[in-house]
Nanobody, 116 residues
Framework: QVQLVESGGGLVQPGGSLRLSCAAS????????MGWYRQAPGKQRELVAR???????MYADSVKGRFTISRDSTKNTVYLQMGSLKPEDTAVYFC??????????WGKGALVTVSP
């Protein structure tokens, strides 16, 4: 069983920055693709960014150039650095870990609110 705990959410003004962290309960990055998803009120959950065990990254078009996903294997932590934030980035952000055979885990989420 893998546990994922997000932190770093909060209120930020438009144009500001915020860094989310996702602490995993063990050394899983060599086997799991780690991702950040978000769900805004009344909308479906969507993929924001992910990083594979090999270190390849991908981003949703809406956040390219503004968000960066990274990981620190020594701390078993994945980060999402968010910049140039917009009101439409307001959502609950979830950490995800997925591997072969559909094995998947989710964190409980961290609320990010972008508002003046």
């Amino acid at each position: 069983q893998v546990q994922l705990v997000e932190s770093g959410g909060g209120l930020v003004q438009p144009g500001g920055s915020l860094r989310l962290s996702c602490a995993a309960s063990g050394s899983i990055f060599s086997a799991y693709t780690m991702g950040w998803y978000r769900q805004a009120p009344g909308k479906q959950r969507e993929l924001v960014a992910r990083i594979t065990p090999g270190g390849s990254t991908m981003y949703a078009d809406s956040v390219k150039g503004r968000f960066t996903i990274s990981r620190d294997s020594t701390k078993n932590t994945v980060y999402l650095q968010m910049g140039s934030l917009k009101p439409e980035d307001t959502a609950v952000y979830f950490c995800n870990a997925v591997r072969a055979y559909g094995i998947e885990y989710w964190g409980k989420g961290a609320l990010v609110t972008v508002s003046p």
